[in-house]
């Protein structure tokens, strides 16, 4: 926040847009297993660098597990209301979103002793538009206290600020009120299988140059 913004200023502006409530969407159960896991990695070939789940890896990684992990899934039923017949587990998944708690310490404050952050994860919309399954993502980790949502400028996310977008996919985040970020992160990745990069001399470092928009994986 600038010197000016007034805590009230801030509410205001950032306040969240009307949640998409036509947009149903439930907690992942363990019946969505083999779903979540087709549809990861269906839609994670699209990019250069990417993870190819095992059902294990999706279990260990996507199925909520107390306030660490909140994964959220709409199947080919979901558009219905969750206490009729037709609402069911186990549908084919057709969307998904999933964010992680991240804790940061408040120093010299006595009222607030730390700031509750959700990070973006895997998301995926195939039935409805992306900008509106990260407007879902926003009310629901809203809904379950946290105080600020960071998500990184890969996949779908598109630009957060003034980076241009992947081809063909659309500015998903500009109109969601988020701030470009000032660190860098950096991916190590060792004994991983790229695309091939060409003949290149002995003596020279192989660097894979790639846009964000290419990369189809997020470490925590």
Same mark, same amino acid.
């Given at each position: 926040?600038?010197n000016r913004?007034?805590? @009230?200023r /801030?509410?205001?502006?950032?306040?969240?847009p /009307?949640?998409p409530?036509?947009?149903a969407?439930?907690?992942?159960?363990?019946?969505d297993?083999?779903?979540?896991? @087709?549809?990861?990695?269906?839609?994670?070939?699209?990019?250069?660098?990417?993870p190819?789940?095992?059902?294990?890896?999706?279990?260990?990684?996507?199925?909520?597990k107390?306030?660490?992990?909140?994964?959220?899934?709409?199947?080919?039923?979901?558009?219905?209301?969750?206490?009729?017949?037709?609402?069911?587990?186990?549908?084919?998944?057709?969307?998904?979103? @999933?964010?992680?708690?991240?804790?940061?310490?408040?120093?010299n #404050?006595?009222?607030v002793?730390?700031?509750?952050?959700?990070?973006?994860f895997?998301?995926? /919309?195939?039935?409805?538009?992306?900008?509106?399954?990260m407007?879902?993502?926003?009310?629901?980790?809203?809904?379950?206290?946290?105080?600020?949502?960071n998500?990184? #400028?890969?996949?779908?996310?598109?630009?957060?600020?003034?980076?241009?977008?992947?081809?063909g996919r659309?500015?998903?985040?500009q109109?969601?009120k988020?701030?470009?970020?000032?660190g860098?992160?950096?991916y190590?990745?060792?004994?991983?299988?790229?695309?091939s990069?060409?003949?290149?001399?002995?003596?020279?470092?192989?660097?894979?140059?790639? #846009?964000?928009?290419d990369?189809?994986?997020?470490?925590?």
């Open positions: 926040m600038g913004m007034t805590i @009230s /801030a509410q205001r502006l950032y306040k969240l /009307a949640d409530l036509a947009l969407m439930r907690p992942m159960e363990p019946a297993l083999d779903g979540v896991l @087709s549809l990861l990695n269906t839609h994670l070939q699209s990019y250069q660098v990417h190819i789940f095992s059902r294990d890896e999706v279990a260990h990684n996507f199925l909520p107390g306030d660490n992990i909140y994964t959220y899934v709409k199947t080919d039923q979901s558009m219905f209301h969750r206490h009729t017949v037709n609402f069911a587990l186990g549908g084919a998944v057709t969307d998904m979103l @999933s964010f992680y708690r991240l804790e940061s310490s408040v120093i #404050n006595p009222k002793s730390t700031v509750k952050a959700a990070y973006s895997y998301n995926i /919309a195939t039935t409805v538009p992306f900008k509106q399954l407007e879902k993502a926003l009310h629901l980790a809203s809904a379950e206290g946290f105080d600020v949502f998500a990184l #400028n890969l996949m779908d996310n598109g630009p957060i600020l003034e980076v241009s977008p992947r081809r659309p500015h998903a985040l109109d969601l988020f701030d470009e970020g000032h860098n992160l950096h190590y990745l060792y004994n991983w299988r790229i695309p990069v060409g003949p290149t001399p002995l003596s020279t470092v192989i660097r894979l140059q790639l #846009n964000p928009s990369i189809g994986l997020v470490l925590f």
